[in-house]
C-alpha cells in the first residue's frame, strides 16, 4: 500500500486533502490523473448499469434531504458503529475491530490502559441549515447515496413511464464520521458511491437478486481486474444492515487483505414502506397491465464505492516487472496495466528528437488523436525514459514518431503491457487504436 500511495502522490493521481495544514483525516483530493481516473471508473459503471439497460434510468439528487428522510430510512436509530476510548492514552477504537479478549478484559491493545464501556456513535455528519442552531434547523449530509432514488422513486415513474422490474442509477458523494479512517482511501469520510436501485416485483425478489449478483461478477471480469483477487463474502445474521433481507459483498485481496469492494443487497420493501408511514404518501405501484394490482415494489440495490473502486484498480493494475538484466536501477519498470478504458492516458506521442520537424510531425498526431482519445505528449529526455514514465502512469499506448516516419509516413506504436512495438501508417492511427481498445486482453 505504501508503494501505491507514493505513486499516487507523485504522478498526480491523490493528494492528501488540505496537506499544507498538516492533512485532513478521511478527506482526500484527486490530481490530475486520478480525476481521469476516477472519472473513468464512473463512466464505466454508467453505461454498464444505464445505457446497456432499456430500464434503468439515471438520477443526481441532493446530498441534503429533508431530515425527515433519515428517521424514515432508519440511520438516525441505527447508523452506529459501537465505540471504546482508552481512558490512559486516550486512543478510539471501533468495538467491532479490536480483539476480543481486550474487550471483554476493557484493556486496551495498544499501551495495556482500560477502555471505556461500549457506546453507541452515529455515523451521519450533522450540519444545520439557515442562521439559527437550533433542532429545528438540524440537516445530515447523506451517509448513502440510495435514499435519494426512493425519494423520487414515483417522480420517476410518472416521468419517464418505468414499469416493474426496472431501475435507477445514481453517482454521488456521501459521508460518514468514521472512527477508523486508515489504508489511504479504503475508508474515508468523504467518498463516492455508484449506487443502482432496481425495483422489482414481491416474490421475484430472491431471482433478481441472483441475478444482480451475477451481472456485477461479470462487471469486474470485464474490466480485466484479477478474477482470483475477488470473492463473495455473504452477511451473517450480524452484520446484516438493518434494511436487508440477506447480503452479499464482492471482496478484493487488498495489500492489507480481503476487504469489501461492493454490496448488493436484498432492501425488501423496507425503505418504500417507511418512506409511507413517515411521509404519509403512498408509495404504491400500480401495476397497469395487470389489473391495477398494488404493491410496494421490493428492492435489489447493487452499492460500489467509486474511490473505493479506484483504489482497488489502482492495486490491480501496479505491477513491477524485470525487463532486464544489467544490474542497474533500469532493469525494472513499474507499470500499471490499467484498462485502455480506464486509463487517464491513452495514448503518449512521443518525437524521438525535437529537431528536424519530427516535433511538429508528432505534435500535429496529437492535434488528430486529441479529438477522439485523452493525448499525452512529450518530448523531454531519452526515449527510454519517457517509454518508464509513461508505463508507471498506465498509458497503454505509445507513439513514436522518428526519421522513417517522414520518409514513408508510418510511426512506431508500442504497447504497455508486453512492451511489442509495430509500424503503422499514420493515416490509420485512430482506427487501429480503437480496434486494440476493443480486443484488449490483460496479459498478467
Ligand atoms: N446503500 C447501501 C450502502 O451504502 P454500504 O455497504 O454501507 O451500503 C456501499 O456501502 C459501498 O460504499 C461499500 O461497499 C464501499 O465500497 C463504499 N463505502 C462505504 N463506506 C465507505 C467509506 N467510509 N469510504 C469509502 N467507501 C465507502
Known sequence: MEKITSLAKRRGFVFQSSEIYGGQNGAWDYGPMGIELKNRIAAAWWKEMTQLHDNIVGLDAAILMHPRTWEASGHVENFTDPLVDCKKCKARFRADMIPEENLAAKKCPECGGELTD????????????????????IIYLRPETA?????????????????????????????????????????????????????VKPGTDEEWFDQWRKRRWAYYE???????????HQHG?????????????????????????????????????????????????????????????YIIETSAGLTRNLLMILCDAYDEEQVADKGNDDDWRTVLRFHPTLAPVTVAVLPLMKKDGLAEMAQDIRNELKEDYSVDYDQAGAIGRRYRRQDEAGTPFCVTVDYQ????????????????????????????????????????
Not at 457506546?119 to 434547523?137: C, Q, V, W, Y
Not at 416521468?159 to 479512517?181: C, D, H, L, W, Y
Not at 470485464?222 to 463473495?232: F, I, N, Q, S, T
Open 118 to 137: 461500549t457506546r453507541k456513535f452515529n455515523l451521519m455528519f450533522k450540519t444545520h441549515i439557515g442562521p439559527a442552531e437550533d433542532t429545528a434547523s
Open 147 to 199: 435514499q435519494g432514488i426512493y425519494v423520487n422513486y414515483k417522480n420517476i415513474i410518472q416521468s419517464n413511464r418505468m414499469k416493474v422490474p426496472f431501475g435507477i442509477a445514481q453517482i454521488g458523494k456521501a459521508f460518514r464520521n468514521e472512527i477508523v479512517t486508515k489504508n489511504f482511501i479504503f475508508r474515508t469520510c468523504e467518498f463516492e458511491q455508484m449506487e443502482m436501485q432496481y425495483f
Open 222 to 232: 470485464k474490466l480485466g481486474v484479477k478474477m482470483d483477487h475477488l470473492r463473495w
Open 237 to 297: 445474521p450480524d452484520e446484516l444492515a438493518h434494511y436487508a433481507k440477506d447480503a452479499y459483498d464482492i471482496q478484493y485481496l487488498f495489500p492489507m487483505g480481503w476487504r469489501e469492494l461492493e454490496g448488493v443487497h436484498n432492501r425488501t420493501d423496507y425503505d418504500l414502506g417507511r418512506h409511507t408511514e413517515y411521509s404519509g404518501k403512498d408509495m404504491q405501484y400500480i401495476d397497469q397491465d395487470n389489473n391495477n394490482e398494488r404493491y410496494i415494489p
Open 405 to 444: 516516419s517522414k520518409e514513408d509516413g508510418t510511426v512506431t506504436l508500442r504497447f504497455r503491457d508486453s512492451m511489442e512495438q509495430i509500424r503503422v501508417p499514420k493515416a490509420e492511427l485512430a482506427l487501429r487504436l480503437r480496434q486494440e481498445i476493443k480486443a484488449y486482453k490483460r496479459l498478467k
